[in-house]
């Protein structure tokens, strides 16, 4: 999970602009498409269940992550920031998300949270002749930089996080 010289300036950069907002960097995606490039913006927040907040009618709920306030206040954040800097050459477009139900896995750091449930994984160089597959995370290693997952049959394969090209969780109700 390696990202691009371009990904990662550009999150240096994004990152204190997110945190100035009260929320987490979870990653971002730059596409550059001809004319028009996406930089996606992923926050997320941890959800504190003691503390009860205000909601947008006034009524009281316990907390809550990702809403809308924060994506707009991330964006305005991050738009004026990038304005100054100008880092993206042409025109984009900012978008700015939670993860979602199929988060993104962006570093390693953030999977161990998810051991136990359906990780969707495409690799750099295949493992047991596969590139792509959908399978149970059984264990991540932050030291050693390994996952393991479960794949059909009970078949345990060990991979290098440096393979790993695209992952996600896999929603399941």
Known sequence: MKLSNK???LQDLIAPAVQACGVDLWGIEFLPQGKRSLLRIYIDK???QTTPVLNEDGEEEQG???GVQDCVRVTQQ???MLDVHDPISGE???EVSSPGWDRPFFQLHQMPAYVGQQVAL???SAVDN???FQAKLVSVDLESEMIQVEVEKQQVLEIDSHNIDKANLVYQD
């Open 64 to 66: 809550r992550g990702i």
């Open 7 to 9: 990904t990662q300036a």
């Open 122 to 124: 495409r690799l750099i």
């Open 130 to 132: 596969r590139r792509k």
């Open 78 to 80: 991050v738009g004026a």
């Open 92 to 94: 984009y477009s900012l």
């Open 46 to 48: 941890d959800i504190d």
